[in-house]
């Protein structure tokens, strides 16, 4: 279930920066650049520690599983930014990919405390 959901997601998130940066402010997203980054990678380590989580044989501890969502989002984080670099209207930043890990940490945290009482 989850590995369905984390693959829609990235999905989804590949689409959306195929956009021209121009189309969101359209659409009235004069956010700071980072907190939507932040906020858009959340969901997704929320849904790879959930992934994780659930495998039959799960990793050990917590620690490994947030350093292996890190590991996740830092290269889904990359890739989008790489694809993000061809597309006009758009930039690549390291400072984007920076938000996309702190954002997938903060999910990552938050799916611990989520998956570790649903378990129980």
């Known amino acids: 279930m989850f590995f369905g959901a984390v693959a829609l997601y990235v999905a989804a998130i590949f689409v959306l920066s195929h956009f021209s940066g121009a189309f969101f402010q359209d659409f009235g997203l004069r956010i700071w650049d980072k907190s939507i980054h932040a906020l858009e990678y959340l969901p997704m380590g929320f849904l790879l520690t959930g ?51 702190v954002g997938g940490i903060l999910g990552a945290i938050i799916g611990l405390v989520v998956f570790s009482r649903w378990r129980s």
């Not at 989008?80 to 006009?88: A, G, K, L, R, S």
């Open 51 to 101: 992934w994780l989580a659930n495998w039959k044989r799960p990793p050990r501890g917590r620690v490994v599983l947030v350093v292996m969502v890190l590991a996740m989002v830092l290269v889904l984080g990359a890739l989008d930014e790489t694809h993000q670099f061809f597309v006009p209207g758009r930039t690549a930043s390291l400072g984007d990919l920076l938000a996309d890990v």
